[in-house]
């Protein structure tokens, strides 16, 4: 292993100095990706195992329970299907409750945030007094994450529509690999791939935690597209939320989740945005409706909301972007408007940066 890691230093060392920089950090993006990639092979190969096991074991219980039924028919002809409506009745309701206790303690885990080990869908049923035992210790998990959160009052940001949000300005690095043009499946697209962490990005989210966002808008000032029939020139952006994601409680502890992509797109006018200061809701066509997850403006919703600190990839692509022309982009701007709570002794224990 130590052979492996030297060899690769000296790859990226072998880099020419004026681009070292700038190679280096795409790699370190790439490495990110295939680590996410790998944990999620071997997440669904170690699923498929179990799976694998499962019916093997359903297999043999079968052959036990058309054995041991074939035994009762001499006593009772009636008693086999009997017992085995009632055993199918309560295996089911069994697993019903599992389920609904697993999406509980995930939903206290996520909304809370908390440690509290979620149950897990590979684990034998449990019995009454188990899953009794098991709903008590949810609920007592519950009372405290809601005492928790009843001690900090959510803000909302910005305040008015007009007000820009909380801006993330690309680096020299990621705007180069943004208006870097990229070939796929014949069409050409403009994209980019940044991460996001707490510690990294301290200066923009300042004292914030447990921050759930609203909108997510990515401002490309210089970029040129034709006008559409409306006599306007709208930009079309897709902003991918790649599911690895943290999430601070109010003691700036991070806790991580893995869930599914989040695709989000974005649309505005940007014959109406030559600079950043002329950023505002105004020029944008359109409202994500990520906010209805959270709050009780919208219809209750089954999906969790998302928070910044994730890997995100932005896409620009020529097939929705008639004319499209990336050359006068100066700088890049990922705009994030949301809620959030404040943590405890916000700067007693301040990140560095």
């Known amino acids: 292993m130590a052979k492996i890691k030297k060899l690769f230093e000296d790859y990226r060392n072998a880099f020419p100095k004026e681009s070292r920089k700038y190679l280096n950090d795409s790699i370190d993006v790439y490495e990110e990706l295939v680590k996410s990639r ?137 705007l180069a690999n943004l208006k870097t043009n990229k070939t796929v499946s014949g069409i050409e697209k403009y994209i980019a791939i940044i991460r996001l962490d707490p510690v990294t990005t301290h200066h923009i989210f300042g004292n914030y935690v447990d921050i759930r966002l609203r909108q997510v808008r990515l401002w490309l000032p210089g970029v040129d597209c034709k006008k559409d029939y409306t006599g306007h020139k709208k930009l079309t952006v897709d902003l991918i939320h790649m599911g690895d994601e943290t999430i601070q409680n109010d003691n700036r502890q991070d806790i991580y989740f893995a869930h599914d992509r989040v695709q989000i797109s974005f649309y505005y006018y940007v014959d109406q945005v030559s600079k950043i200061e002329e950023a505002t809701s105004d020029k944008v066509f359109g409202t994500q409706q990520i906010e209805d997850s959270f709050t009780l403006s919208g219809n209750k919703s089954d999906i969790a909301a998302i928070g910044p600190f994730a890997t995100w990839k932005m896409v620009i692509s020529s097939e929705n972007n008639e004319g499209l022309n990336m050359e006068g982009v100066r700088e890049a701007f990922l705009e994030f408007r949301g809620t959030s709570r404040p943590a405890r002794e916000a700067y007693a224990a301040r990140p560095s940066t």
Not at 47 to 64: C, D, H, R, Y
Not at 67 to 95: C, E, M, T, Y
Not at 103 to 129: C, F
Not at 137 to 148: G, I, P, T
């Open 38 to 174: 790998n944990g999620a092979i071997m997440e669904y190969n170690s699923s498929i195992q179990l799976l694998f096991e499962n019916m093997g074991l359903v297999k043999s219980l079968k052959a036990q329970a058309d054995d041991l039924g074939q035994k009762s028919i001499a006593i009772d002809s009636n008693l086999p299907s009997v017992v085995h409506w009632f055993r199918r009745a309560r295996d089911n309701l069994r697993l019903s409750i599992m389920q609904d206790l697993n999406n509980q303690s995930r939903a206290i885990r996520y909304w809370g945030l908390n440690e509290h080990p979620p149950l897990t869908d590979a684990m034998p049923l449990m019995k009454a007094v188990s899953l009794g035992n098991k709903r008590q210790d949810l609920h007592q998990v519950f009372r405290r994450c809601l005492e928790r959160y009843a001690a900090s009052v959510r803000n909302i940001w910005p305040r008015e529509e007009k007000q820009q949000g909380l801006s993330y300005k690309f680096s020299g690095e990621n």
